[in-house]
Structures are given as C-alpha cells and as structure tokens.
C-alpha cells in the first residue's frame, strides 16, 4: 500500500462552523483508522489547516474519503492536496 500526505485549509470561523458535523467527521476518521488508511490526522496550531497521513491502494481512494467527510461537503475544509509520500525512514 502506498502512502499520501494530506494538505488542507480549513475555513474561517472554523471552531463555530464545524460544531453540527464535528462527531460525524470524528467517529467517520476512527473508522478508517480502524480499517488501517487513516495514519494520523489533526489541524496546525493556529487552526488554518489541516495535515494527514493515509495508506491506501491509490491517491483516488484517499480523495474519496476526503470527499465524502462532512468537513469537506459542508465547506469546513475549503481545499486540500494529496501527495504519494516515500517515507525514509
């Protein structure tokens, strides 16, 4: 399986606007942590992006599931890149 990086924006306003879909976005990434694609996942800082690691078969699974989380349908994530990762060590 190959890795991908994740490199997303978040929104303005994030903390109030994520608030309705929040669980729903968390209990979806514990799923695919479960299911061994989500390595790790989490904001900077200062709450204007977001960074990730995935193992997946290819880079469109990774967008698949970008996509179809509710921070992503509902603007909370307001763009993001995928990248293969070659993890040295």
Do not use: N, S
């Not at 968390?26 to 479960?34: F, P, S, V, Y």
Request: proline residues 4%.
């Amino acid at each position: 399986m190959t890795k991908y990086v994740l490199w997303g924006r978040y929104c303005p306003d994030v903390l109030e606007k994520r608030a309705p879909y929040r669980q729903t976005h968390l209990d979806g990434l514990q799923a695919q942590k479960e299911q061994g694609l989500l390595l790790t996942i989490g904001p900077t800082q200062d709450l204007t992006r977001v960074f990730g690691l995935y193992e997946a078969e290819d880079e469109a699974t990774v967008r698949q599931l970008i996509e179809a989380d509710p921070y992503w349908q509902h603007g909370i994530w307001t763009e993001y890149e995928v990248k293969e990762w070659i993890q040295a060590l």
